[in-house]
């Protein structure tokens, strides 16, 4: 089964609907997040999860609340959201958190436009 | 503030050989790592340098010189199925990753 797993792959929404992105690792990792890539812009990491706790939360918005239930699932639920929140929203795992070569494996993504 | 250097689109003939380049500015250095997105598909792992020097792997390499803040990618033997973005990003010292914006290589026949 593939590594990284989300749904849905696309999502359209207006700005007063409320909506979850879902994401599914089968590696056995340890860590966790969620990025924003915009056309031309770099990866900008969201949040981070190692071993279900939360350990980064880059100064996003509170219209997008994570939660990690166990160490195979991601969330990321939205609501109130504005049209510049329209993006791909990748999600990744890694074998531990805090460590040099750990290297990142990703998701498909949900291409996510917002109305 | 943190940042990462790449150029923005580079062409390149099929056959041929690539290098892209990455400068980065970040409060410390945890290991940079090279990434190839094609479109509307995840980042996958290239490569990983944290001392300096130059790692191969079969037909792609990545450099990495500390005390000048650089890395390269090169790309030898290019196919078409090159064509994509790549993605150089580097760890800081709370173990973040910083990400340039990529840069996205046409392969040409």
């Known amino acids: 089964e593939t590594g990284v797993t989300q749904t849905p792959r696309h999502l359209v929404m207006g700005m007063t609907n409320k909506k979850s992105l879902k994401c599914e690792q089968h590696?056995?990792?340890?860590?966790m997040y969620w990025y924003k890539q915009s056309a031309k812009k770099p990866l900008e990491l969201m949040f981070v999860?190692?071993?279900?706790?939360r350990v980064e939360n880059n100064s996003v918005p509170s219209r997008f609340s994570p939660e990690c239930p166990n160490s195979s699932h991601l969330f990321l639920h939205l609501h109130t959201l504005q049209p510049e929140d329209s993006a791909l929203y990748l999600c990744?795992?890694?074998?531990?958190w805090g460590t040099g070569g750990n290297e990142q494996f990703f998701g498909p993504g949900t291409r996510l436009t917002v109305l | 503030g943190q940042n990462i250097d790449q150029p923005t689109e580079m062409t390149a003939t099929e056959g041929a050989i690539v290098q892209i380049n990455c400068t980065y500015q970040t409060s410390g250095f945890n290991g940079l790592f090279w990434y190839q997105q094609h479109a509307g598909e995840a980042p996958t792992f290239l490569s990983y340098n944290v001392l300096d020097g130059l790692e191969e792997k079969g037909r792609f390499s990545s450099f990495l010189s500390r005390s000048k803040g650089y890395s390269y990618l090169l790309l030898k033997e290019l196919q078409m199925k090159d064509s994509a973005s790549y993605l150089c990003a580097v760890r800081d010292s709370n173990y973040q990753l910083i990400w340039g914006a990529g840069t996205k290589l046409i392969i040409k026949p």
């Open positions: 590696l056995g990792h340890n860590a």
């Open positions: 999860y190692s071993l279900e706790e």
């Open positions: 990744a795992s890694s074998q531990e």
